[in-house]
Nanobody, 118 residues
């Protein structure tokens, strides 16, 4: 059973910082790409940042320059978030495109709440 588990969410004041972590576990043969997505109340889920196995990184325009996505090994993903503002309030989800040997598929974490408020 492949699982993604996020951590690091919480309540932070405007201008503050948070670091999200995601750990993938299970019988994973390979991970093609990982990313962070977010969903605010009443809105659709949107891309925040992605990183491929080759290190190619993509950011949403709204977070570029404030957020940094990184990996320290193929199964650990991070999102450093700085200069947070109330518009960043959302549930943040980790995503991986991976294979257990029979073909690529998507897996999502359960999400972690980030609330930016004074």
């Amino acid at each position: 059973q492949v699982q993604l588990v996020e951590s690091g969410g919480g309540l932070v004041q405007p201008g503050g910082s948070l670091r999200l972590s995601c750990v993938a576990s299970g019988r994973i043969v390979g991970i093609y790409a990982m990313g962070w997505y977010r969903q605010a109340p009443g809105k659709e889920r949107e891309l925040v940042a992605t990183i491929t196995s080759g290190g190619k990184i993509n950011y949403a325009a709204s977070v570029k320059g404030r957020f940094t996505i990184s990996r320290d090994n193929p199964k650990n993903l991070y999102l450093e978030m700085n200069s947070l503002n109330p518009a960043d309030t959302a549930v943040y989800y980790c995503n991986a495109v991976l294979t257990t040997g029979s073909g690529p598929f998507d897996r999502w974490g359960q999400g972690t709440q980030v609330t930016v408020s004074s």
